[in-house]
């Protein structure tokens, strides 16, 4: 009876390329009817490299692969020849080329088409023995045929030669079947095959050259076997196993010894046509779905000859281990070695959320200093490629006696808490490490622009001083190649890989491009020249294990264009509404910090006839000062030089002249180089929360008002907005923010069988409300009645705006808003002398508009103009009326905030003056933004708009949500909601305090700066003394508690983040609130009252200041949808580099390997853009990636 193949997994969703591409294949298991395309290469997975040399008796000897190095004169052409063979999946054979050639070879010229080497079926895996036998035989592991073939390099290297032998190809290829100690076959699909080192090997003692007769054995992953085998590639016995197995009760994995017999699922059932293999047919295991899988392993192995190319590095390792992974499991397992049997005690290390584990690359060893300690010490690092698209790092332990296999290294580390350390533990104490940049998914190297990396080499420059202190020979290192050597020569910096010793990573990106992998090259204390940044505020930390930058910002030749910098244009700040005289506190709103030009007030002088009706003040002995300030002004005063010298000057001045920005620019600090990005950032006041804008919403309501127009609310949730679509706390939603409902202008912006339904009497411009066709056509005139309040107000446009009281996942409680408290100033009555206090009571009535021209209560004047009641004022007369908007002088003028109402009628084209409205309706006597206004009464329902009713809401409705007293940073991040979780019980939307303070894109804002710093909600509290470069567990936003120095250089505290003070220099200045904000990125400082225009005269006038208590902050002043951009430019790019050998791109790269010179590799592309498949050789001297054009296999 013959037995159909198990399938053992299916669906396995972290498959690396090399499984993927192969198990396509063997979808298909009789390919020799198959008609086969006329090509080469079809889907190559894998190479590997043998040397080559011819003897001077014509004999073909393998030879170790570094003497095929280019550096060595008779290496490409001569009696010297690097071969290589290339797992070619699709046609199940094996192509071979040479150096020489540069193409693929063909083994039968006289046959039409190229020729190839014929292999099993499916050849996924190559390698080639090494040691005492190296380059004799090379070694394909078939996924398909559940096989290996065996190559001969000797006899096949004849035709790289030029001298094809009289033997068929075939003749120097044969089959090995793994088959258990009684001969029956294995029957499982290999995966990942390995050449076994002879002095490990347990085929016999090894012997110096290739014995046909012993050409050793290899170590083989089996993954649905869960068995990795040494294999003899002689007897074709397995010669020792390992089997993972996978506790079906708690999922623990144990490995377990099975010998020479282990039992397989049977992936192959062809191998078992002989009836002697029947039983062993009818009785293999079912295969295990929640299985390990193991498929990638890697050897390290202490030095050969440790007076060789060594230094202390290699010589830490002092023995051999075996790393197994596979891709059902997050494990990595050390086999250790008792001589040349794995013992029984396997080391094992658990990458958390790794998602399987498709590769293992071991780094060379290397000495690095980490941290404080300036001595470096040795460091081998695994490079495991795991199923979450990451590389995950290890670090090995060193020691014979170890009883872990080592620990893992963060490579997201966030610049904040970074030491230079060589291995920074990696920990999982939750979403967002403290010590983890905010926006990494995990702790591994990810590929640049959402690439996965595939696969990773290493290429090592030994240092002479090095190799001599381990008593080595350098003399038999590797060498470099003619550009690397001459890069060397010259001196260039070590900013480019491949331009001096030490250990540089290569790798390859599904977008078919190259990176490379930084280890201490960039270890010590590296910043951006002071010429550039005199405060250090901006980063440029390439800590171990980061991806190489394509430009080295540290150096003093880096352009200006290649530093994390903003745009140079000044911010656009915008005001809505405009600034009119008695709205000309809107300009105090809060704005970002810039850099100190934008400040500098203090003019340098050599004597007063420098200054302008101000004396020269200089001090006792100096040449030089500075002009007096007389009023009010920023303290302490910027001059040219005590400042952050981030703007370029025109002066012949080495330091000035060397500055950034031509403009005055926002000053951001950089908190992450390698996060900073280029774009737009805009600062918005209560702007919209991304993704909540949708058209699904209903609105409930319990409990209907009048005619069902709007909704009372008596109980909380009574009102509420529900969308089944919505996710509102994963788009950031919180209690405290509000709903805005959308209108219509036109039928069209509404849904099928909707009207929009339009006020006539609402101002132009005002949006309707979408109604049913049915309601619109029945009770037009009904609806506008009763649906008034949201279709206009006496102010406008109706505001359509909630307050959310609790946020849920898809559902939002709502409350009446109170109208906003808005800011004016009024002037204060004649005769009032400007330094006499304000008493309440006077504050009260100039706010109502007592003093305004023409107002009257009850038909009685409530003041009078001093030109015709000159005893206005006094006791037993009218008050006198304010005079015209005069800021300089008396009688001086008051800030007020009150939430205010606009009259029923206003006069035609809008008012101009109080007076305007005195005398259109006494009651409301204020002229606010061309509308007549007064401040609602202390009994008086100040309420902006009613709670929406199902008779005017009975639609589905657009809306989106806005965060309510709160400015949003959004740019090239946009919005950061990742601190709002969903309760997992009541869906209520809350901030989880575990989660990194960066993540937040909002500034809260109370009405003033002890509302703010106190709010019972949401308060703001101190910065952290010295806290440069804040990090995810610091408050975020934050006071800024400490003043800005007289004097700033990079070593003085708190020359980067700092308040001013303002008013008199000789009394009265006051602090002006400064918070900063930080996101992953970098942080900012938004001055609460906007520095520049409170050092400016007072709009409309030439040289009026503003009073020393206009420094303190008010929320009122803020008006709606205020907004200030400013951009940046991105500095930070890894190398990132494309691949084009004659036209052909480098598309799908599997497998990269080195060449037997430094700073070259092989790269398989298993796609190869118009082709199907190729191998192309790439130089990377001097980090730059040079496609060998004369080297075509394809």
Same mark, same amino acid.
């Given at each position: ?57 014509g004999?073909?000897?393998? #030879? ?40 693929v ?42 096989? !290996? ?18 033997e ?24 990942q ?13 090894p ?13 083989v ?36 010894d ?44 202490p ?9 202390l ?9 075996l ?37 293992i ?38 020691s ?26 990696a ?22 622009n ?22 080595g ?28 010793? @030490? ?33 250090g505020?901006?980063d ?42 008695p ?72 330091v ?33 929360i ?29 009102t ?11 788009r950031?939603?919180l ?14 912006d509404?849904?099928?069988? #909707? ?9 132009a ?53 109170d ?27 100039l706010?109502r ?7 009257t209560?009850?038909g ?28 300089? @002088? ?9 939430? !205010? ?43 902006l708009?009613?709670?929406?009713g ?10 989106q ?7 949003i ?19 209520e ?160 790269p ?8 430094l ?9 190869g853009?118009?082709?199907r ?7 990377l001297?001097g ?12």
């Amino acid at each position: 009876m013959t037995r159909r193949p198990v399938t053992t997994r299916e669906n396995l969703s972290a498959l690396a390329a090399l499984v993927v591409l192969a198990a396509g294949a063997t979808s298909c298991q009789n390919r020799q009817n198959q008609v086969i395309p006329n090509r080469v290469l079809d889907r190559p997975l894998d190479v590997a490299l043998a040397c080559v040399r011819r003897e001077t008796n014509g004999d073909l000897v393998p #030879q170790s692969l570094e003497l095929c190095s280019d550096a060595v004169s008779e290496s490409v052409c001569g009696d010297l020849r690097l071969v290589g063979f290339v797992a070619n999946s699709e046609r199940n054979d094996i192509a071979m080329f040479s150096r020489c050639a540069g193409s693929v070879i063909d083994m039968n010229i006289s046959a039409p088409g190229p020729q190839l080497i014929s292999a099993g079926e499916v050849p996924s895996s190559m390698t080639v023995t090494t040691g005492l036998q190296a380059g004799c035989f090379a070694v394909s592991g078939n996924l398909g045929s559940c096989d !290996l073939s065996v190559l001969d390099v000797s006899g096949l290297a004849s035709y790289a030669f030029e001298e094809p032998p009289e033997e068929d190809p075939a003749a120097y290829v044969s089959t090995v079947v793994p088959r258990r100690a009684d001969g029956t076959p294995l029957g499982a699909r290999p995966g990942q095959v390995l050449a076994v080192p002879p002095d490990l090997s347990n085929t016999g003692d090894p012997r110096l050259g290739c014995d046909p007769a012993n050409p050793g054995s290899v170590y083989v992953t089996f993954p649905s076997c869960q068995l990795i085998a040494e294999v003899d590639l002689r007897t074709q016995r397995i010669l020792q196993s390992r089997q993972f197995v996978r506790d079906p009760n708690n999922g623990a994995i144990t490995v377990v010894d099975t010998g020479a017999d282990p039992l397989c699922p049977i992936d192959c059932a062809e191998q078992f046509e002989d009836p002697d293999y029947a039983e062993a047919l009818a009785s293999a295991p079912p295969g295990d779905p929640d299985g390990m899988y193991p498929l990638a392993m890697a050897l390290v192995t202490p030095p050969a000859d440790k007076t060789g190319c060594v230094d202390l590095a290699d010589l830490a390792v002092e023995d051999t281990s075996l790393y197994v992974g596979g891709l059902g499991s997050d494990n990595i397992y050390e086999l250790r070695y008792d001589g040349k049997t794995w013992t029984d005690d396997p080391l094992e290390f658990e990458l958390t959320a790794a998602q399987g584990i498709s590769a293992i690359r071991p780094t060379p060893p290397m000495l690095m200093a980490s941290g404080p300690d300036p001595d470096p010490e040795p460091y081998q690092f695994l490079y495991v490629i795991a199923g979450d698209g990451s590389t995950r790092v290890v670090r090995r332990e060193f020691s014979a006696n170890r009883t872990e296999l080592g620990s893992e290294c963060d490579t997201q580390v966030d610049p904040t808490v970074v030491t230079a350390a060589a291995c920074h533990p990696a920990e999982f104490p939750g979403e967002n490490p403290p010590d983890r940049k905010p926006f990494a998914r995990g702790p591994g190297i990810r590929g640049p622009n959402g690439s996965l990396i595939t696969d990773w080499t290493f290429q090592k420059w030994y240092s002479p001083t090095e190799v001599s202190a381990a008593d080595g020979s350098f003399d038999r290192c590797p060498s470099a190649s003619a550009d690397t050597a001459e890069a060397s020569a010259e001196g260039r910096a070590i900013s480019s890989p491949f331009t001096g010793p @030490g250990v540089v990573g290569v790798a390859s990106t599904s977008f078919g491009r190259l990176v490379f992998g930084v280890f201490d090259q960039f270890q010590d204390d590296r910043r951006i020249s002071t010429a550039y940044d005199y405060l250090g505020i901006m980063d440029a930390q390439i800590p171990p294990h980061s991806l190489w930058p394509n430009v080295d910002p540290t150096l003093p030749t880096t352009t200006i264009e290649a530093l994390p910098r903003m745009e140079d244009k000044v911010p656009e700040r915008l005001l809505p509404n405009g600034i009119a005289e008695p709205t000309v506190t809107r300009t105090l709103a809060p704005s970002l910090r810039r850099i100190d030009r934008a400040y500098q007030t203090r003019v340098a002088c050599e004597d007063d006839n420098d200054c302008d009706d101000v004396r020269c003040l200089k001090a006792e002995g100096e040449a030089s000062g500075y002009c007096e300030q007389i009023g009010p002004a920023l303290s302490p005063p910027v001059s040219e030089r005590e400042q952050d010298r981030l703007a370029k000057t025109e002066e012949e001045d080495d330091v000035m002249a060397s500055g950034l920005y031509e403009n005055d620019v926002v000053r951001a600090v950089v908190r992450d180089y390698s996060a900073w990005a280029s774009g737009t950032w805009n600062l918005f006041w209560e702007g919209e929360i991304p993704g909540t804008t949708s058209s699904s919403g209903q609105l409930m309501c319990e409990e209907p008002g009048w005619a069902g127009g709007t909704c009372l609310s008596t109980t909380a949730g009574d009102t509420r907005l529900v969308d089944k679509t919505a996710q509102f706390c994963e788009r950031g939603v919180l209690g405290g923010d509000k709903l805005f409902i959308l209108g219509c202008n036109q039928d069209p912006d509404c849904g099928a069988g #909707q009207y929009c339904l339009l006020d006539p009497q609402a101002p132009a411009g005002s949006p309707g409300l979408c109604v049913s066709e049915v309601s619109y056509g029945a009770s037009r005139e009904e609806l506008l009645q009763m649906c008034r309040p949201f279709l206009r107000d006496d102010c406008g446009a109706a505001r359509r705006e909630w307050a959310i009281t609790r946020a849920f996942q898809q559902e939002l409680w709502l409350q009446v808003l109170d109208r906003p408290v808005d800011s004016y100033v009024m002037m204060r009555p004649e005769g009032t002398v400007a330094s006499t206090p304000v008493t309440d009571d006077e504050r009260a009535a100039l706010c109502r508009g007592d003093h305004v021209v023409g107002r009257t209560v009850d038909g009685e004047p409530t003041c009078a103009r001093a030109s015709d009641e000159p005893n206005c004022g006094q006791d037993g007369a009218l008050p006198c009326c304010s005079p015209d908007y005069e800021f300089i @002088g008396d009688p001086g003028f008051i800030e007020c905030e009150e939430r !205010l109402s606009c009259a029923p009628e206003q006069p035609d084209n809008g008012c101009n003056t109080h007076a305007d409205c005195a005398a259109q309706n006494p009651e409301y006597p204020l002229c606010l933004d061309g509308l007549c206004k007064r401040p609602c009464g202390p009994d008086e329902d100040c309420a902006l708009t009613p709670l929406p009713g199902p008779e005017c809401f009975r639609e589905l409705i657009r809306y989106q949500v806005l965060a309510r007293n709160s400015f949003i940073v959004r740019g090239p991040y946009d919005f950061l909601p990742q601190k709002v979780k969903a309760d997992p019980e009541s869906s209520e939307c809350y901030e989880d305090p575990e989660v990194s303070n960066l993540l937040t894109s909002r500034i809260r804002l109370g009405a003033d700066e002890a509302d703010t710093r106190q709010n019972a909600l949401w308060p703001i509290p101190s910065c952290p003394a010295g806290d440069e470069r804040p990090d995810g567990g610091a408050p975020n936003p934050c006071f800024i508690d400490v003043e800005r120095p007289a004097a700033l250089d990079g070593n003085t505290p708190n020359a980067i983040y700092h308040f001013f003070k303002y008013g008199p220099a000789d009394d009265g200045q006051r602090p002006v609130p400064a918070i900063r904000y930080s996101n992953p990125m970098m942080s900012i400082v938004l001055d609460l009252t906007s520095l520049l225009d409170l050092a400016a005269p007072i709009p409309g006038t030439d040289d009026a200041l503003w009073p020393a208590e206009f420094a303190e902050f008010k929320r009122s002043r803020i008006p709606g949808r205020a907004r200030e951009a400013f951009g940046t430019k991105a500095g930070y790019a890894p190398y990132d580099a494309n691949v084009v050998t004659a036209s052909v791109t480098l598309t799908g790269p599997t497998r990269i390997v080195n060449a037997p010179e430094l700073s070259t590799v092989f790269v398989v592309d298993s796609a190869g853009g118009t082709t199907r498949g190729q191998v192309v050789r790439v130089t990377l001297a001097g980090g730059q990636v040079q496609p060998d054009v004369r080297f075509l296999v394809r």
